[in-house]
């Protein structure tokens, strides 16, 4: 029986370029999660879009003296062509700007406002005496009263990941010119979260598979009790507020980002000819998965539900596999300081499946991990090259130039290669397991070991010394060789889809790995193969000196994209 799985991935605010941590944190995990379960014949929607209305924006923009929309549409077409690079395989990649989101937004917002859940009420906003203006969340800055970090944010510490009103800062000011905000009283819509602590914590009980990390965080925001959140800013730029007297204020991003999950499905519905095709993705035995870095986890496990819960009818979320930090050599990561590793950057001078590979076999899942360019040359050369690439090139040449290019005829399967092609079948019901409980760094290592072990089989066999004297035993180990090259290239697919589609094409299979689905295709004696070409190119140490150079590098174009 089909599954139907939602996926829905942390909306990127377009005020800047993509770097590692966004990688690691949310679109690789989710991709791999994606790719898997159309493998497994699952319908899947996997979506998100830029972020164009957060004042990270607004911010970037008075800075460079242009529009917000400008800045928008600089970055959503650099995101769109990054995806692409690096294949995360959205099914629609939207942005938060369009007339389905806003629609979508003032639609739950006067469900909730129906129902009691959302409430007016005047109260004091940060207004800066010196640029005359009333200042959203994250113009100001100040001391957490939780962690002490001085530069807390007006709506979340960044140290200590609490989410924030303004008044709750200590030492407040104005993060455009400095100034000490004052308080004046504007009226604004709340999220009545109160009203929802006990229906949280009643559907959190049997979330008992989440991540650790993610549920004790949860839990513990629970326990500190919710507070009702101003939904409404005095700001000009997001989407408008469906009530008269509101023209000055918009929907603050926090709770419109979230709606666009929703907005983004009916979108692509939309577009794909059946309007009321989302709601097989939302109601029903489908299971939603939310990609996040846990930055985002109170958004995702707790406000997001509270308002589903609210607006009735589509389902909660299944499971938040928020991943952890990807720290930059053994620092973390800032993009003011340029300690960051872009993703335009790194797609000019290196292909993507090394990159996937690397932060998959590493993935911060647990814990927060590092990147290095040491650590990356290491993986890539004496484990994607050495021990993946090498195989399928060296099994691929020989049996094309000994075999007339098509794979040989076995012959007495001796018991060692019954077992590694029974490790074949075990390893592909492994992966199935892991990825599918999100264990995406487990994964990726039973499927290396299973290359591992094809390798041991064939310095034992040696097919290439055989051929002289036992030409039978030579095709025998060699089409031994070949079948696990074909479960590797199905099993590898979520993580490295580059390279698994040019095996597939190399072992002579038509049509697409994922026509074929989450099973070891079998390959047939006679099978025409086609010129391999390596899957995966070694490089050079030198590589490690470059690239540690432009880390935090002065002056670069990068670090002056930022505040
Ligand atoms: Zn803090
Ligand atoms: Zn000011």
């Known amino acids: 029986m089909a599954e139907t799985i939602f996926i829905g991935v942390a909306w990127p605010y377009a005020n800047g370029p993509l770097h590692l941590g966004h990688i690691a944190g949310a679109y690789l995990p989710a991709d791999i999660f994606a790719r898997y379960h159309r493998l497994k014949g699952n319908k899947v929607l996997m979506v998100s879009g830029s972020d164009q209305h957060g004042t990270p924006i607004t911010l970037r923009a008075e800075q460079e003296n242009t529009s917000p929309q400008e800045i928008v549409s600089r970055y959503h077409r650099e995101f769109l062509d990054c995806w692409q690079k690096m294949g995360i395989s959205w099914d629609l990649f939207t942005t938060t700007g369009t007339e389905n989101h806003a629609r979508t937004t003032q639609d739950i917002f006067l469900k909730l406002l129906n129902e009691g859940y959302i409430y007016k009420n005047a109260v004091p906003q940060a207004y800066c005496p010196q640029c005359q203006r009333f200042l959203p969340d994250r113009y100001v800055e100040g001391t957490c009263p939780y962690c002490q970090f001085p530069q807390a944010r007006g709506d979340q510490c960044d140290e200590c990941g609490r989410t924030m009103n303004p008044g709750d800062l200590l030492d407040l000011r104005c993060r455009i010119c400095g100034t000490e905000p004052r308080f004046e009283v504007s009226e604004h819509f709340f999220l009545r979260l109160s009203a929802f602590e006990d229906k949280l914590k009643s559907w959190l009980k049997d979330k008992t598979y989440w991540r650790q990390n993610v549920l004790n965080f949860t839990l513990g925001f629970l326990e500190g009790g919710l507070k009702d959140r101003a939904i409404t800013r005095d700001i000009d730029w997001g989407v408008t507020v469906p009530q008269l007297g509101f023209?000055?204020?918009?929907?603050?991003?926090?709770?419109?980002?979230?709606?666009?999950?929703?907005?983004?499905?009916?979108?692509?519905?939309?577009?794909?000819?059946?309007?009321?095709?989302?709601?097989?993705?939302?109601?029903?035995?489908?299971?939603?998965?939310?990609?996040?870095?846990?930055?985002?986890?109170?958004?995702?496990?707790?406000?997001?539900?509270?308002?589903?819960?609210?607006?009735?009818?589509?389902?909660?979320?299944?499971?938040?596999?928020?991943?952890?930090?990807?720290?930059?050599?053994?620092?973390?990561?800032?993009?003011?300081?340029?300690?960051?590793?872009?993703?335009?950057?790194?797609?000019?001078?290196?292909?993507?499946?090394?990159?996937?590979?690397?932060?998959?076999?590493?993935?911060?899942?647990?814990?927060?991990?590092?990147?290095?360019?040491?650590?990356?040359?290491?993986?890539?050369?004496?484990?994607?090259?050495?021990?993946?690439?090498?195989?399928?090139h060296r099994v691929l040449t020989f049996a094309y130039r000994n075999f007339d290019g098509m794979v040989p005829s076995p012959d007495n399967i001796d018991s060692q290669g019954r077992k590694l092609l029974a490790k074949a079948q075990e390893t592909l019901n492994d992966v199935d397991r892991l990825i599918n409980g999100c264990h995406f760094k487990e994964g990726m290592k039973a499927a290396m070991f299973l290359a591992q072990e094809a390798n041991r089989y064939l310095d034992d066999k040696a097919p290439w010394k055989a051929i002289k004297q036992d030409k039978q035993a030579s095709a025998t180990s060699t089409f031994v060789a070949l079948s696990v090259l074909a479960a590797l290239k199905t099993v590898l697919y979520p993580f490295l889809p580059f390279s698994s589609e040019k095996l597939h094409k190399f072992l002579g299979f038509d049509g697409s790995i994922e026509a074929n689905g989450w099973q070891v295709q079998s390959i047939a004696a006679g099978q025409k193969l086609r010129m391999p070409e390596p899957l995966f190119r070694k490089l050079d140490d030198s590589i490690v000196d470059e690239e540690t150079r432009r880390l935090g590098a002065g002056g670069s174009s990068e670090s002056k994209r930022y505040l």
């Open 247 to 392: 023209n000055n204020k918009r929907i603050y991003v926090w709770f419109e980002a979230v709606i666009g999950y929703f907005s983004a499905s009916k979108e692509w519905a939309k577009a794909h000819g059946d309007a009321d095709g989302w709601q097989q993705f939302w109601t029903g035995d489908a299971r939603s998965y939310y990609f996040i870095g846990k930055d985002n986890i109170p958004f995702h496990t707790l406000i997001w539900p509270a308002m589903l819960i609210g607006y009735g009818g589509l389902n909660l979320p299944y499971d938040v596999p928020a991943n952890e930090f990807l720290t930059i050599e053994g620092k973390k990561l800032s993009t003011s300081r340029n300690w960051a590793v872009w993703v335009p950057d790194y797609l000019e001078r290196y292909d993507p499946d090394p990159l996937r590979y690397l932060l998959s076999i590493n993935m911060p899942e647990t814990g927060d991990t590092d990147f290095s360019w040491r650590e990356f040359l290491r993986r890539n050369n004496d484990e994607l090259v050495a021990t993946y690439g090498n195989l399928a």
